[in-house]
């Protein structure tokens, strides 16, 4: 009988094997086929020959195994034929023993068939089944298959090669089983018999004897090293051996890395980078079901991480990874599994371990999980090391298993590197996700709670945090290049509970612009692009205390922070913020400095490596286990282009070129051709909310004429525009503005303290103006290229030569309008200053989906309603109160308790004499004395004197 080889994965925990071996990191390879041509002679009377067995894997695979059986002990009278199959597993040496190996079976099936008469008498009468099995000669029975009933110790299996010890306990069917198998010098295998007790199986002298088959080599594996880990791997179900060699259940994982491609170069090296700093880093996922018994049908607990994992050196053959798990869901599904685990590992507090509630943890307070050992780790949180070996095993007939072959995960790299491979896990699929490297950075990101790595800060305090991206821009064929980008984050302290909303300490929210460069020259990379972060305004809120008094002491940053107040910063002065928030806490880098660095799109998830604002470095970082990951959400969608630019726009309170804050708003009227503009700029180092800070303030005004279509631009979807203010003016607001003007931009005359001063021709000797991005003065024309996408407005550097000015491509430094107003036909009332939109110095320069905005303002009507409600209440609480206490109410005899009763109970009435009032006057004949009165519908004559409708 045939039987295929079924591609499975083996992996085993080993603890106390694998934490003692120094030897070599693979162990003598079994992997082959075999045969045994020999008799061999039972006790019982019956003999085995024409054994074949291939052993694919190293350390672990599959395995499959042809034998027959004999009732004389010549190998003459045929009984019947068997065939089995499943995994292996090497468990490490036999101590005392040259050579032998302990091993695991896990049987995946078991099939016998009767080849005489005496063979159905024999399996009958030693393997009934409880009867269950009514053997037929020639017909296979399955013993191990989901459509048979062989329960343990309904069928002597030591023909299948079942222990002969009377105090051993056997093979029992469907259960795992455990034995030894020494490789000679020829090449051949010594096989034993097997138990399903581990301390049984291993703890037995071991002699030939106990050989259960002489196996010969008939072909030999050729074992190929592949470098590229990249991939999913998935186990079957594995049984779980404890130091003391006794069963403690077993396991099942699913596994899947993907990263960069060419990580080894010639010199064996990881790019020639030292440990921990090797640019082969990517995205892993683990899901792994732990089970309280071996046949993982009871599961105990489960878990499910994302990380990041890297190849951080090699010796050529073998390499060296770093796994850094950012956040882990652990799931108990029993009571036992929660007491468990509120013991072991209660991560600040025991009390979040609930049955069947997953609890997301990304690092546990220290000294809270003494004894993670439920966990493929030292620990959550902790970056870890392992050996790691991907091969390709393959007979000369073409059978082939590829795996890959791991060490026990450690938190030492030298001890990592002494490890034995001892786990393995077979491909499941060689599809890697890096040939879906996306370069439509355009769009929505967030993260899950993660840890946050820290600096010197707090004595290395760890932190937990959440981050969203949002990068909008032109929406091309390849790609988002340049935009707008907003990048937020939240921390939390790291007290086990996940990043719970209401432990929030500190909010930030970093908002700017980007330009991306496809094609990052790091070497040994794959789908990088390098990018340029400006960040023009990073709003920060310290949401508890222990915030307030950290930036107060830490980042004062020209002003003072109080708690759960917010203040949007444009730049710091130098020295003035700690080194270490810059790095590990706020997302956009320096404030008032850009940053550069690189990131990878790969399978909706972006990683972003450390900015940095020297460019040369940032351009040569690697992605680390420290790099942020983030799940794109949401794709963008093409904004329409528009060649116009009419419309109310306010500028967002944002950083100048020269560092100084600056906000605004622009005005167009697209029927008489009119614009108007007002900047007002801040002093350095300062936002947009304090007036005493202001430095200048301008206007403009003038018409405006579009020269061009789109496609005669530089810009993508831009129109030449060109400019003719007949009004220009500067205020200088405070006297270091005084100072710079007269210094550098007189324009023929003196600067005074909040003295406005028209300019009517130009100066083209002022330098003291950057960040108004147009040259200084009126009297001539002015170019620039405008492009309008959706409901963003941007132009480049204006200038008086048109030439240069339609050559311009637009920067970073070229901020962005948001439309606040649609309505083209804007109202120049007095000439000068038209009906504006507010100008708003927070903190956006543009709409963001992905991080939660201020609620919305109440308006007239909300008050009205608010006013109407409250007055209502009073009226009637206060009412009754006073008509109770003066009258005692109507059970003392007095009028009712409700104020002015009589008119709220003749009110239907009245509005019905009213309605029919109005109807008759309207509709109905009127009498010759002037029409129907209204004591005709039963209300008071014009004579009667109404004395109201009840008091107080």
């Known amino acids: 009988m045939e039987f295929s080889v079924r591609l499975v994965v083996a992996t085993c925990v080993f603890t106390a094997f694998a934490s003692a071996q120094t030897d070599d990191p693979i162990p003598p390879s079994v992997c082959g086929e075999y045969q045994s041509v020999e008799c061999r002679q039972f006790a019982d009377g019956t003999s085995m020959n024409n054994t074949q067995v291939v052993f694919m894997g190293v350390i672990s695979g599959v395995f499959t195994r042809q034998m027959n059986f004999y009732s004389d002990g010549a190998c003459t009278s045929i009984l019947f034929s068997a065939a089995m199959e499943g995994i292996w597993i090497d468990q490490g040496a036999l101590e005392g023993f040259d050579n032998v190996r302990k091993v695991m079976y896990n049987f995946t099936a078991i099939s016998v068939t009767p080849l005489s008469a005496d063979g159905v008498t024999y399996l009958s009468s030693n393997c009934s089944c409880t009867g269950k099995i009514a053997w037929q000669q020639s017909r296979p029975e399955p013993l191990i298959d989901s459509a048979s009933d062989c329960p343990p110790y309904s069928c002597d299996t030591q023909f299948l090669g079942g222990s002969i010890d009377p105090l051993a306990t056997g093979l029992l069917l469907g259960q795992p089983a455990f034995g030894t198998y020494q490789i000679q010098e020829a090449g051949g295998v010594f096989q034993s018999r097997v138990d399903s007790q581990p301390l049984l199986a291993w703890n037995q002298t071991y002699t030939p004897y106990d050989n259960y088959t002489n196996l010969l080599s008939i072909a030999a594996c050729t074992t190929t090293n592949v470098p590229d880990i990249c991939g999913s791997y998935d ?146 949180g902790i970056l870890s090391y392992a050996r790691e070996d991907k091969n390709q095993t393959t007979l000369p007939g073409g059978a082939m298993n590829t795996q890959m072959l791991l060490g026990n995960w450690t938190d030492s790299a030298v001890d990592a590197n002494a490890q034995m491979l001892i786990r393995q896990l077979d491909v499941a699929s060689s599809n890697c996700e890096r040939d879906y490297y996306s370069f439509d950075y355009c769009g929505v990101y967030n993260s899950n709670c993660v840890s946050m790595q820290q600096g010197t800060l707090f004595n290395n305090t760890q932190y937990d945090m959440i981050e969203s991206m949002v990068l909008g821009g032109d929406v091309t064929a390849s790609g988002a290049t340049d935009g707008t980008i907003e990048y937020s984050r939240q921390v939390f302290p790291n007290n086990g509970r996940g990043c719970a909303s209401e432990d929030v300490g500190l909010a930030i929210v970093a908002n700017g612009y980007y330009s991306i460069f496809q094609g990052a020259t790091t070497p040994g990379t794959s789908g990088y692009s390098s990018i340029d972060v400006d960040t023009r305004i990073t709003l920060v809120t310290p949401q508890s205390q222990e915030w307030t008094d950290l930036l107060n002491t830490e980042c004062a940053c020209g002003g003072s922070w109080a708690y759960q107040k917010g203040r949007p910063l444009t730049s710091c002065a130098p020295g003035d913020c700690n080194a270490d928030l810059y790095k590990y806490i706020f ?340 009498r010759a004395s002037g029409g129907p009165t209204y004591s005709s519908f039963g209300g008071p004559s014009e004579s009667t004197k109404i004395e109201g409708y009840g008091s107080l």
């Open 587 to 926: 997302p956009g880098g320096v404030f008032g400095e850009p940053g550069f660095g690189n990131l990878q799109l790969v399978n909706e998830q972006l990683r972003v490596t450390e900015l940095t604002s020297d460019q040369v470095a940032g351009y040569g970082y690697y992605l680390t286990a420290a790099s942020p990951i983030l799940q794109k959400n949401v794709g963008c969608e093409a904004p329409l282009p528009s060649p116009t630019i009419c419309g109310g726009f306010t500028l967002p309170c944002h950083r100048t070129v020269d560092n100084h804050a600056a906000a605004g708003y622009f005005i167009a009227n697209h029927d008489i051709l009119r614009f108007y503009q007002n900047i007002t700029v801040y002093l350095e180092h300062s936002g947009c909310e304090n007036a005493t800070q202001k430095y200048i303030e301008f206007e403009a005004q003038g018409n405006y004429t579009i020269q061009g279509e789109s496609k005669d631009t530089v810009v993508l979807n831009g129109s030449n525009i060109e400019f003719r203010p007949d009004f220009w003016s500067l205020i200088p607001r405070s006297m270091q503005a005084v100072s710079d003007l007269n210094e550098n931009c007189s324009c023929n005359g003196s600067w005074s303290l909040n003295t406005r001063r028209n300019l009517t021709t130009m100066c083209p000797d002022c330098t003291a103006l950057p960040f108004l991005h147009q040259p200084v003065g009126s009297g001539e024309p002015t170019y620039a290229i405008s492009q309008h996408f959706g409901i963003n407005l941007r132009f480049t550097n204006a200038s008086t030569n048109a030439i240069t000015a339609y050559t311009t491509m637009l920067s970073s430094s070229n901020v962005q309008y948001v439309l606040a107003s649609d309505n083209c036909s804007i109202v120049f009332p007095d000439n000068r200053r038209p009906v504006i939109p507010t100008p708003s110095p927070g903190p956006s320069p543009g709409p963001s989906p992905a991080v939660n905005k201020p609620g919305k303002k109440i308006s007239g009507g909300d008050v009205f309603i608010i006013i109407l409600f409250v007055f209502g209440f009073v009226y009637f609480v206060g009412g009754m109160l006073i008509n109770y206490q003066r009258t005692g109410g109507s059970s003392g005899g007095g009028t009712p308790v409700i104020p002015h009763v009589s008119f709220w109970r003749s009110l239907p009435g009245l509005i019905t004499d009213g309605c029919a009032f109005t109807f008759a006057q309207r509709c109905g004949t009127r």
């Open 235 to 380: 186990t079957l179900c594995t049984p779980i051996i404890g130091p003391d060699s006794a069963l403690e259940g077993s396991r099942r994982e699913t596994f899947q890395w993907h990263g960069p491609e060419d990580f080894i170069a010639a010199s064996g090296q990881c790019n020639g980078q030292i440990p921990g700093t090797c640019s082969a880093y990517g995205v892993y996922q683990r899901f792994v079901t732990m089970y309280s018994d071996s046949n993982c049908m009871t599961p105990k607990y489960e878990y499910e991480e994302t990380g990041a994992l890297g190849i951080v050196n090699s010796d050529g053959y073998t390499n060296f990874v770093a796994r850094e798990a950012r956040a882990v869901t652990f799931t108990p599904y029993s009571n036992t599994s929660v007491l468990n685990l509120g013991v072991k590992c209660p991560c600040g507090d025991s009390s979040l371990w609930a049955a069947r509630a997953p609890r997301l943890i990304t690092t546990c307070p220290p000294g809270t999980c003494p004894n993670p050992d439920f966990y493929d780790g030292p620990g959550f």
